[in-house]
């Protein structure tokens, strides 16, 4: 009988379940803390106290719905290595080990739930160094085992071009599964046919497959994609040319522009120091005549007898 009284362990679930729905919404680097807590409606202090900080908190999220997910992984390509032993064993027993634990486990609210899918895209896109760097260390052997799996029942592919095509096919499965439109696409696929898990997951892989099975490129096909970059590289260095010549003319346009707007302000200096030595030389010569005209010393009657005889 519930009391009504909120636990630690409901806390800690509320915490969890906020942040796998943040993480599915916006990635781990966009969830923060403080989102964490509005959504989960708990303060700052519960999520330190149960987490000590969101790395951890992160981890918890990612362990309590992979560790089972791979569990039944494991398990399951472990029977199917069993019923087709060695090189018996197909592409498509590998790709079922692979995803039909997570088509389950979605059918599942108490462990998955309709988000988990969203959850296991959200793990394979996810660019976060944090997250990658801890998949990596935490289930490297699960990695390990699928590969050899592929290997064995693809013999014909050299093992580096397998990395690179499970890698990315595994990523646009998981995509694909993970997308909201998921449950409208396949309807209008099968024009509203109900259909099975396996019929699902066999319609979404079947291209999936076909990647990873086809032969490696020929001697012509890759010769062919080096004359496309040739000519890729060769507009990008006349686009680059270009744009050089470019900048070099509006430089050479600035450098002229500020070379004249130099010379014009010198001229107007040399001006002005012109009009002021005139008007200097002017006041000069009027102070003189004034001095002249008026001189400062006391007047003499004979001079002045003298000075008007000189004027008649």
Not at 26 to 46: D, H
Not at 84 to 103: D, K, T, Y
Not at 107 to 132: M, N
Not at 231 to 242: K, N, P, R, T
Request: aromatic share 6%; with cysteine.
């Amino acid at each position: 009988m519930k009391t009504g009284k909120t636990t630690a362990g409901d806390t800690k679930a509320r915490i969890l379940d906020a942040t796998e729905k943040l993480f599915i919404e916006v990635g781990y680097e966009a969830t923060s803390l403080r989102q964490v807590t509005s959504r989960a409606i708990v303060n700052l202090a519960a999520v330190n106290y149960h987490f000590r900080s969101k790395e951890i908190m992160m981890q918890s999220v990612l362990g309590r719905r992979l560790d089972p997910l791979n569990t039944r992984r494991l398990a399951l390509l472990d029977a199917c290595e069993a019923r087709w032993p060695g090189n018996e064993i197909r592409c498509e027993h590998v790709m079922g080990a692979l995803f039909v634990p997570a088509l389950q486990m979605a059918r599942e609210p108490e462990i998955g739930g309709p988000s988990f899918l969203r959850l296991l895209g959200r793990v394979y896109s996810d660019t976060s160094p944090f997250i990658q760097s801890w998949l990596m260390g935490h289930y490297a052997p699960v990695f390990g085992r699928f590969f050899e799996a592929f290997a064995r029942a693809l013999p014909d592919v050299p093992r580096q071009d397998l990395g690179w095509r499970l890698h990315f096919a595994l990523k646009a499965l998981a995509g694909v599964l993970a997308g909201d439109e998921l449950g409208n696409l396949m309807p209008a696929f099968t024009q509203g046919k109900r259909m099975s898990d396996a019929e699902i997951l066999a319609q979404l892989t079947s291209m999936v497959v076909a990647a990873l099975k086809a032969p490696s490129p020929e001697t012509q096909e890759l010769g062919a994609l080096h004359d496309v970059f040739e000519i890729g590289e060769a507009q990008h260095a006349d686009e680059q040319a270009q744009l050089a010549a470019l900048a070099a003319s509006v430089e050479s346009e600035a450098e002229q522009a500020a070379a004249a707007t130099a010379a014009a302000v010198n001229r107007a200096r040399r001006s002005a120091r012109t009009v002021r030595s005139e008007s200097a030389a002017r006041s000069a010569t009027a102070s003189l005549a004034v001095r002249r005209e008026h001189c400062a010393f006391p007047s003499n009657p004979l001079d002045d007898w003298m000075r008007t005889r000189s004027r008649t």
